[in-house]
């Protein structure tokens, strides 16, 4: 457990560095909530009405705070080709180190920066929106259960696609629809039956009512269950991610 770990911490501190050092990724991350916000949630706030008895901009704004980590956290996968590319991740995966450490390391890191981006927008969004920290257990859980989620189901994508094209088309066709089911930019009561089925089985979904949970106040689904449900899908997203990676190495990098 201590090789575990010690081997996950030098993985974390240098995802973290990349993270660090890329000055238009943060910048980006921050502008793009920011925009939608902005030019959709400010027009149509006085124009929608919801059941869940917030105000269109506060859902949005707390939508896009799940958005922001989970689209993120989608390009772990990124960073995994760049190190194929770049030579590095061959002699990781033939060194005598867990493969679990290669994924805890990499999830170590987007969480970190996950709670930086998502703290700055709460603070900055709040001046717009009933935005808040209600929960910062209900905060943490939702941001590191969506960022598990997600940063396996990218690892799991990355390792069978070996260019950042493919990657980047294949992803955007698998997120999207999980974006879209999940309640970031409206309620599940609004839903056709059919698409609110769909929405309860998207693990992604209850992540994003967390969130909203924990910065709104408001939830469709008990927090409780919302949690359970989530950690429960990304335990299961990460184990395939470490075997995807595991096989990676056995076929030779």
Known sequence: MSR??????????????RYRRDRAYWVGQLVFPLAVVGFIGLGLDRVVTLPTGTNYLGHLSSGMLALLVASGAVGGGVTLIEDRHSGFL???????ISRSSLVLGKLAARCTASLVLVGALVAILGTLAPLGIESAAALTTAV??????????????????????????VSALVTVPLYLLSGIFYPLDTLPRPMRLASLV???TYGVDL???ATLGVAEIPPL??????????????????????????EGG
């Open 144 to 169: 590191v259960g969506i960022t598990a989620f997600f940063l396996g189901l990218g690892v799991v994508l990355a390792v069978r696609l070996r260019s950042l094209e493919s990657f980047r088309l």
């Open 90 to 96: 061959r002699p990781l995966l033939v060194a005598p």
């Open 4 to 17: 575990l770990l010690v081997d996950a911490a030098t993985i974390f501190r240098r995802e973290w560095l």
């Open 202 to 204: 998207n693990p992604s």
């Open 225 to 250: 269950y919302s949690a359970l449900v989530l950690l429960a899908a990304s335990l299961a997203v990460l184990a395939a991610a470490v075997s995807a990676i595991d096989r990676d190495g056995a």
């Open 211 to 213: 969130l909203r949970y």
